[in-house]
């Protein structure tokens, strides 16, 4: 299952566990990331709390965690080459994975119908 | 796409927008930031081939002294700025920078030898002020914003072949030359000069020509669009400075590096030295050394480390011994690059320091600007 956050992060939910992303159109606005930085595996995070750093030639950005959860891996090939994140952010992009504190609390927020009438 | 009204807009305003250009605010203009091209491509395509940059939004000036004498003119804006105005040759431009009386800088500027009068070329944020501090203390000259011209940067290793293509003149100039030229049948004023560490030219145009001009250039395949963005990290990387983050009213140019601009006519002991705003810190932070440098600073990591991060000496976390005034990631360097000031024992090349950035403290080594060499065609 795919949901998204007004912030333009991604989740797709296997079980309690999200791996999290940030959109396409998210990617698109920030143009070429030259810097991520990603939280600690075994981290606490709660939900809209900082949970990773992107940056462009232009500026840093925070990307926001979407749900309460632990983070248990993080995708260092983003940090090696930020320019995956542009590439394909929906996919090989993917920043971190987290078991969520409480699943159900993923039915709020948008799908994919949601998150496109949002972005126009 | 929403234009705030309060905006103004260049003569290349709907070019941008034909171009897809992302625009945003900028000293007053709403301007473009990228094309589609994106910042990366942009700032590696200039030092690659040719970019060209919209700079319409900065202040062209004359200054012309009633007696028609360009030495009246010359010496009339000595006495604002610090450098040699009457030694400057006719068709020759020159760096140089407004002080206030603290010995800080109000703007910076290019200044041209225009033959029996003054061109000078000042910062978009800055130029209503400057107009005025002109107009105020210019005896015998009158001052005349030229609001009918639009200002084309063509800049790159290929800046030279791209405009010649249109004007066979270019490739008589030399760094800093200016000449008239004819292009497209309409009288362009050409400098072979720039901000992006790059060979290149500037080309003052009239407004209601510059739109063909612009797509006169941009149809030379080596020429791109280039925005904001790209011409920040441009200038950056070659080791220059942006008024109001890293010269301001409270920089003196000796803290800002910028000794090699007061040529030494104007110095103690020169035939012309002094009668400028602030002379006295000036000759101060020229004789005894200022206690703060502008000093390159390249971090270690791969973090850019960005304008206003407070910098540490190694082993110091409590107290704070200056701050970065630029940062980014250069896109040539392929890392990030900055700048910024340290108290001077700390501005030897070499010498580590670090910045605080989002609670951590990142190393970085102060260096030698540029961050790049330099392609000026001397």
């Not at chain 2, 407070?310 to 630029?326: D, K, R």
Request: overall charge negative; some cysteine.
């Amino acid at each position: 299952m795919l949901k998204f956050t007004p912030e333009h992060e991604w989740l797709k939910l296997e079980g309690d566990v999200a791996t999290v992303g940030i959109t396409a159109h998210a990617a698109e606005q920030l143009g070429d990331l030259v810097f991520v930085e990603l939280p600690e595996v075994g981290a606490e995070l709660t939900k809209d709390g900082n949970a990773a750093t992107v940056e462009s030639v232009k500026a840093a950005s925070d990307v926001y965690c979407p749900l309460d959860g632990e983070v248990t891996e993080v995708n260092q090939a983003i940090v090696d080459d930020p320019s995956i994140v542009n590439s394909d952010p929906q996919g090989a992009g993917w920043f971190f994975k987290l078991k969520l504190k409480n699943p159900s609390d993923a039915d709020e927020l948008l799908d994919e119908a949601a998150y496109k009438d949002l972005i126009g | 796409m929403d234009q705030a009204p309060a905006l103004k807009q260049t003569p290349l305003h709907a070019l941008h927008l034909s171009l897809g250009a992302r625009m945003v605010p900028f000293a007053g203009y709403d301007m473009p930031v990228q094309f589609p091209l994106g910042v990366m491509k942009e700032h590696l395509h200039t030092r690659a081939a040719a970019g060209l940059f919209d700079v319409s939004h900065m202040g062209q000036v004359v200054v012309r002294a009633e007696s028609g004498s360009y030495a009246d003119a010359a010496l009339a804006l000595e006495k604002l700025v610090p450098v040699d105005i009457l030694g400057l040759k006719t068709g020759r431009q020159r760096y140089g920078f407004f002080t206030a009386e603290n010995g800080g800088i109000l703007d910076d500027l290019m200044i041209t030898n225009r033959g029996d009068h003054l061109l000078v070329v000042v910062n978009a944020a800055c130029k209503d002020q400057d107009v005025a501090h002109m107009r105020t203390n210019l005896a015998g000259c009158g001052v005349t914003l030229l609001d009918d011209r639009a200002l084309l940067a063509l800049q790159g290793p290929q800046a030279e072949t791209v405009l010649a293509s249109l004007w066979a003149g270019a490739s008589g100039m030399k760094f800093m030359d200016v000449h008239d030229a004819a292009i497209l049948g309409v009288d362009c004023i050409v400098s072979r000069s720039g901000y992006s560490g790059e060979d290149g030219f500037e080309i003052s145009v009239p407004a209601v020509k510059a739109e063909e001009l612009a797509k006169a250039l941009l149809a030379h395949p080596d020429c791109e669009a280039i925005g904001l963005g790209a011409r920040d990290s441009l200038r950056l990387e070659a080791g220059l400075c942006l008024y109001g983050n890293d010269i301001d009213t409270t920089t003196s140019p000796i803290e800002a590096a910028l000794d090699w601009a007061i040529q030494k006519v104007r110095r103690p002991g020169g035939e012309r030295a002094g009668g400028y705003p602030g002379a006295t810190r000036i000759e101060d932070d020229l004789a005894q050394g200022p206690i703060r440098r502008r000093v390159g600073l390249k971090p270690e990591g791969k973090a850019p480390v960005r304008a206003h991060a407070v910098l540490y000496a190694e082993g110091s976390p409590e107290s704070p011994i200056g701050e970065v005034t630029s940062g980014t990631f250069g896109p040539t360097v392929e890392g990030p690059v900055a700048m910024g000031y340290v108290p001077a024992p700390f501005a030897e090349p070499g010498t580590r320091v670090f910045a605080e950035v989002r609670g951590k403290y990142l190393p970085l080594t102060v260096t030698t600007l540029p961050f790049i060499t330099t392609t000026y065609k001397r």
